[in-house]
């Protein structure tokens, strides 16, 4: 039998990625040219124009690399991973594995088994939900989110709550957009059980406090849940000296594939949780008697994972380390303050959310034209943004609006991008005169 | 911008400007209420009925240009028809946009109404020109139920 190929496609152009630290020799300005290459999806059109894509919020484009690591995983390397003595299988259970001690080094977790893999942000944070909440909320608790949670940070504890007969506390937002940390620190009680907030909010762009956050919160001996879907492609992290109790993403969110994500967990508190599905993989040992759980990480993963998705979120990371995320967030802040310079020369727009700490996001009004219909004259200029709640129905109440326009920046856009994009909006101004 | 005067025709533009029946109906009324949750987009339809006969009918809530022009050519479409008529409507409407298009169904039937064929091409905004309609076929219905789009 011919041995499998290796799985390592990773890095651009083969070779390892830079590791640069602040200090270290690779002052080489982020090329975003060289980036957009990349990405073959961003060569298409839309409606007949080049595309310009705004919506990274939702969901991120795939560079090659990653597209080759999911093809050549599924055509020379595919097997069920765990358990398989025969060599394809060993190989593919390696590279799934390798796959978590990249995520382990990505965001500092102390091992690989701190890092649960599931299919995204939302399923985290139900997994916790259930199993830490389960065992650790009864009636009577507090469980502490903000106003500006993404509904996925909403309803599982909303579930919790029901299940326990415990209370959702909700710390509010002013009108920038930013969370009242008076209101925080009042609303933090001998009650509260757990704090789940964004790290950054997915319909204002605001980067949260954290660090603050998770140290008011210790204080009270809280734990912190954080919900990193929208911070993870643009910051670097590092959940050690962050000191959160969780932190939930999600890959497709990073350039890497859907339907896997990431819990990482501080160990003590994973292994003191009940496991939360049941099935295989899960367990060491199964009769009708009783039944024993495997170890961390392994507890919390029930059935088939996503087996290819994980090799590929193995050479995302390898892909986002490249990048350096010191560059990318550099770029990415200048690019955004040239959007909202150039945006603000538009006197029709009015923009939702206007936070100190942004990153990322644009949302906005058009004066005299719907969200739906400045999303349908953008689509037909080939610039694609989304329009509507964007899963936060409490942000949308609290600016007394139903919808948004939301235009959402990555590493690959450009400045041009930002000019077409107020083009097209300037178009619909046109349409609607 | 050919493509997008198809869909945003000056009629749909001059209705969604100046939404006509818009408001309240005066006295008792038959009412339902339509909900997109796609976009979180509201309205409510009031209805008088004497005889079998659509006698008034108004709308309100907010809404795209869409769904507010929709809703403000249907309010003139219908008045003064008979229930069945409005139901006919209704579904020669939603044939329109979402049936199968080689079928060519008999769209003079729609009159006016007709310049909401563009929409077709739009898939995700099909059900903004609809919710007025589902909500008046609840009113008429009078189940009373919310309708919605989903």
Known sequence: MNRPVRIETPSREGKAPPQVRAGGIDDSPFDVEKVRRDFPLLKSLMNGKPLVYLDSAASAQKPSCVLEALNVFYTGCYSNIHRGVYHLSAAATQAYEESRRKAARLIHARSEREIIFVRGATEAINLVAFSWGDRNVSEGDEILVSEMEHHSNIVPWQFLCERKGARLRVIPIDDRGELILEEYERLLGPKTKIVAVTHQSNSLGTVNPVSKIVDMAHRQGVPVLLDGAQAIPHHRLDVQQLDCDFYAFSAHKMYGPTGIGVLYGREKLLEEMPPWQGGGDMIRTVTFDKTTYAELPHKFEAGTPNIAGGVGFGTTIDYLVGLDLDKVAAYERELLRYALATLSEIPQIRFIGTARERCSVISFELEGVHPHDVGTILDGEGVAIRTGHHCTQPVMDHFGVPATARASLACYNTKEDINRLAGAIRKALEVFR | ?150
């Open chain 2, 1 to 150: 911008m050919s493509d997008m005067r198809d869909l945003y025709q000056e009629v749909i533009l001059d209705h969604s400007r100046k939404p006509r029946n818009f408001g309240v109906l005066n006295g008792d009324s038959i009412e339902a209420v339509g909900h997109n949750p796609l976009c979180g987009d509201r309205l409510s339809v009031y209805l008088h009925v004497e005889d079998g006969v659509v006698s008034g009918i108004a709308f309100d809530g907010v809404g795209c240009a869409i769904s507010t022009a929709s809703a403000s050519m249907m309010t003139e479409a219908v008045k003064g028809k008979t229930v069945e008529e409005a139901e006919k409507l209704f579904e020669a409407f939603h044939e329109m946009l979402t049936g199968d298009p080689s079928s060519e169904g008999d769209g003079s039937a729609l009159g006016k109404l007709s310049v909401f064929a563009g929409v077709r091409e739009y898939p995700v905004r099909v059900k903004c020109a609809t919710l007025a309609w589902h909500t008046l076929k609840s009113a008429l219905d009078g189940d009373g139920e919310k309708a919605s789009t989903e």
